[in-house]
């Protein structure tokens, strides 16, 4: 049921991956999280935020995937090779030729993501002025994930990696959840300079953050009230926990 209104913004959801560290060749999306497939929450809050459009980018599995979700409102992407979250969003071009909006962009294995925090992204987004805002989290432990450095002026300084990053930086308690809000134009033009110069050969969606603020462009961050709403699944342990956690909030109790 739609609790806010968002018909500018379209979303993009990222649920190519096969999700290897879950032990199963089953897409990771369509994992079950309370007789729920983890892509089904997503959805479901997005629903809720009351998005314009609906754009979900499928790969491993992507018959499987869709056949799943053929009842839901929702357009489909194909990535066929996975080479990154910025090719993602690249393989998306043709679907957003024109678009001039705002383009979210959220993960398809988030199912605690609540339309609360999206929305107030969102809020922050358009009243910056910003080109992009990213959704950060403050963890108990940041190991792994990509570190929020802010500007002295407000904004992003840059997200660096916890492989690139100096002992202070890896100090940072506030990271990346790979949640943005982008001025689509203005991200289109960032695409279309990301290099794959990294071990991996991939393109990564970070890495238009600072493009777009090399060319004088606003950057804004969003720390979401509650770290534990933006943890992607990626192992069996963590699904566990997800549902735990799921769980208790649906009978009112502390998780």
């Not at 089904?40 to 809050?45: E, K």
């Not at 992009?132 to 994930?145: A, I, K, Q």
């Not at 735990?244 to 009978?251: E, F, Y």
């Amino acid at each position: 049921m739609t609790r806010y209104r968002h018909p500018g913004t379209t979303a993009l959801v990222l649920a190519a991956g096969q999700g290897t560290r879950m032990k199963s060749d089953l897409a990771k999306v369509l994992h079950p999280m309370a007789g729920q497939p983890l892509l089904a929450y997503v959805l479901g809050t997005l629903d809720e935020l009351g998005v314009g459009r609906v754009l979900v980018v499928v790969g491993h599995q992507r018959e499987r995937v869709m056949a799943a979700f053929a009842a839901s409102e929702v357009e489909w992407v194909v990535q066929a090779d996975q080479c990154g979250t910025g090719h993602a969003v690249l393989m998306a071009g043709a679907a957003l030729e024109g678009f001039e909006g705002t383009l979210l962009v959220v993960c398809g294995d988030t199912p605690l993501l609540r339309a609360p925090t999206l929305h107030a992204l969102l809020e922050e987004h358009a009243a910056s002025g910003a080109a992009v805002t990213v959704l950060s989290m403050r963890v108990p432990d940041p190991h792994g994930y990509g570190r929020i450095l802010r500007a002295a002026a407000g904004g992003i300084a840059g997200i660096v990696e916890e492989r690139d990053a100096t002992e202070a930086q890896r100090a940072v308690d506030e990271v990346n959840s790979g949640i943005y809000a982008f001025r689509y134009p203005e991200l289109a033009t960032a695409l279309s300079g990301l290099a794959a110069h990294n071990a991996q050969g991939e393109y990564y969606l970070t890495d238009t953050v600072p493009l777009i603020g090399r060319r004088g462009l606003g950057t804004a961050v969003v720390c979401a009230e509650d770290h534990r709403e933006l943890l992607g699944i990626n192992t069996v342990e963590q699904l566990e926990e997800a549902e735990r956690i799921h769980q208790a909030l649906r009978s009112g109790e502390t998780p």
